[in-house]
């Protein structure tokens, strides 16, 4: 009887052991890699719109159950200080009428203690006066203002930093770089009801944009059958249907990330073979409409028109010796600025490079982009400015990839692919959507290896969760990559301004890219800041910025390749 505990006994305890093991394994903590942080709870949808826009129950991202964040790998600490990136203010009573929005007609703004002339490096405050339709002056803020001080002739630009006084009323503030004329521009991207219906949706309303996957099979009688239906991400409180066995579900079983389609009348699940963008919906109210009409979308104010002279100055920033591009550099407010067309960092020594300085900082190196068609145009830049960088027909989607061009004469090849599900894309395979963070765990790195990714434009209608657990997905994978690599380069491109609607507005794109920047803080990469040279230069606000835009970002990058 003994003999048979005691076998009892060692088979139990090794059973304990195994799934000790396993669960270690799972959670990566035997390699010393953060666990990743639990999808919080999401807000159910709800099913009746408001008449008005109450504020009541539209209240900032901190108001999410921190506790569900439970995960080790994110700690309560980390969650609090990225919740506290994401505050915005706003009103804190019911808005009824879309009179009562703030008037990008009426509002103003006029520069502090103006001077007749000023000097290289000095700073410049400008309130801005927020009124509504009526001219009432507002009582709260929450209105999302640029601004930025600059030049036509010149063809100089610098983004200002604005301040929210919760009063109605804000202070820009900027450094002059540049000396000779300049002028003070502002405009209202959204007003602060507007921001409210943001919110909103962002919170009941992820699936605004759909998408369709495509399953191919054949019937009984053996003919071909193409069945698409609906899909999406599956999070929580986001899925298709309520009903039972509605859905196929695919889960990745790396990241635990799900997608989900609708089942097909006649096709099993294992079917799903193509991916597309599906559509959009429009849920918003006759009064949330009324304050996201275009006409009070993105407009410049009627303000201070005097103008600034800016006099040379002996210790003037513009030939400031800064440090070498590398690592871990903060980003300063302003990043840079523009002076005949061309753009100076005040990260660091960027430098600006010819065709051949490209051909040289690239050779014997194997670049990886992975992101949206943002950072394609990053690919189609360098492919166009080095003759002899060949791009390879690989069959494959032009918006999702994978795509490569190569150098034999210089020994560089050039990847680019996109960043995976989800993606607003033509029809294309899903075996060639791969989410970045798998694509990270499976490259080698090295002295060579340029790793490039961006994230952002597919992800504006979720959840400030799910992107945020899609990127520690990717810190994790970044910091395991240079634990075994250091040699490895890592360049995050953030986001850059574009967007002005229910679907993808600019604000949506400063949150996450306030979340993205706060996560990888502490991580020894290279953050490169597109988001300040997008908003400031001159040419019209697009998703996909101008080549001369295009240039300047490349040089940037080309700089913390090849710093000297």
């Not at 490096?121 to 927020?130: Q, R």
């Not at 203002?145 to 600059?150: G, M």
């Not at 599906?278 to 009064?287: D, I, S, V």
């Not at 606000?541 to 390749?561: A, C, R, T, W, Y």
Request: charged share 20%.
């Amino acid at each position: 009887m003994a003999h048979a505990q005691i076998k009892s006994f060692v088979i139990l305890s090794l059973g304990l052991l195994f799934f000790l093991v396993l669960w270690l394994y799972i959670h990566d903590d035997w390699k010393g890699a953060k666990p990743l942080p639990r999808p919080l709870q999401r807000q159910p949808r709800n099913q009746s719109y408001r008449i008005a826009i109450n504020t009541q129950t539209l209240r900032s991202p901190e108001a999410s159950p921190a506790p569900a964040m439970n995960d080790p790998g994110l700690g309560a600490e980390e969650w609090d200080r990225i919740q506290r990136t994401l505050h915005w203010g706003g009103p804190d009573h019911q808005v009824t009428t879309a009179t009562m929005s703030t008037s990008p007609d009426i509002s103003t703004f006029i520069i502090n203690d103006f001077k007749d002339t000023y000097h290289v490096g000095d700073e410049l405050h400008v309130t801005i006066v927020a009124k509504d339709f009526t001219g009432a002056p507002k009582r709260y803020g929450g209105d999302f203002f640029q601004a930025k001080v600059y030049s036509d002739k010149l063809k100089a630009s610098v983004f200002g930093e604005v301040l929210d006084h919760q009063n109605g009323t804000y202070l820009a503030r900027f450094t002059l770089p540049w000396a000779g004329e300049a002028s003070v521009a502002v405009r209202m991207i959204h007003s602060s009801e507007a921001v409210l219906v943001l919110k909103q949706h962002q919170n009941t309303d992820p699936d605004r944009i759909y998408f369709y996957g495509f399953f191919v099979g054949k019937n009984p009688q053996g003919a071909r059958v193409v069945e698409s239906v609906e899909c999406n991400v599956k999070w929580d409180g986001l899925v298709l249907s309520t009903q039972r066995n509605c859905c196929c579900e695919y889960q990745d079983a790396r990241t635990r990330l799900t997608w989900q389609c609708r089942k097909p009348r006649s096709l099993p699940c294992d079917a799903l073979v193509d991916h597309s963008a599906g559509g959009y919906r429009n849920r918003m109210t006759a009064p949330e409409k009324a304050v996201m009409n275009s006409k009070y979308v993105d407009r410049w104010l009627k303000g201070d028109a005097r103008l600034l002279r800016v006099n040379p100055s002996i210790a003037t920033i513009g030939v400031t010796v800064r440090e070498a591009c590398k690592p871990g550099l903060p980003t300063p407010l302003p990043a840079g600025f523009y002076l005949m067309d061309v753009w100076t960092s005040f990260v660091c020594g960027a430098r600006h490079f010819t065709a051949i300085d490209t051909a040289k900082c690239l050779k014997d190196k194997h670049i990886y982009i992975m992101g949206d068609s943002t950072s394609r145009q990053w690919f189609d830049f360098l492919i166009q400015t080095v003759p002899t960088l060949k791009r390879m027909n690989l069959h494959t989607s032009a918006q999702a990839g994978p795509l490569l061009a190569v150098d034999t004469q210089n020994n560089i090849d050039l990847h680019w692919r996109s960043h995976g599900l989800p993606l607003r894309t033509t029809k294309t395979s899903m075996s060639a959507l791969h989410y970045v963070s798998n694509e990270i765990d499976d490259m080698v790195g090295g002295p060579h290896a340029v790793i490039v990714f961006n994230m952002w434009a597919h992800f504006t209608n979720y959840p400030l969760t799910f992107f945020a657990y899609n990127v520690f997905l990717i810190r994790r994978a970044v910091v395991a990559l240079l634990r075994r690599a250091p040699g490895t380069k890592v360049v995050i491109k953030t986001a850059n301004t574009g967007y002005k609607d229910i679907f993808g507005s600019d604000w949506f794109s400063m949150q996450l890219d306030r979340i993205l920047r706060e996560a990888f803080r502490d991580v020894e990469v290279y953050i490169l800041d597109v988001w300040q040279m997008t908003a400031c230069h001159y040419s019209r606000d697009n998703i996909h910025p101008p080549p001369v835009v295009i240039k300047n970002e490349i040089d940037i990058l080309l700089s913390f390749m090849c710093p000297q």
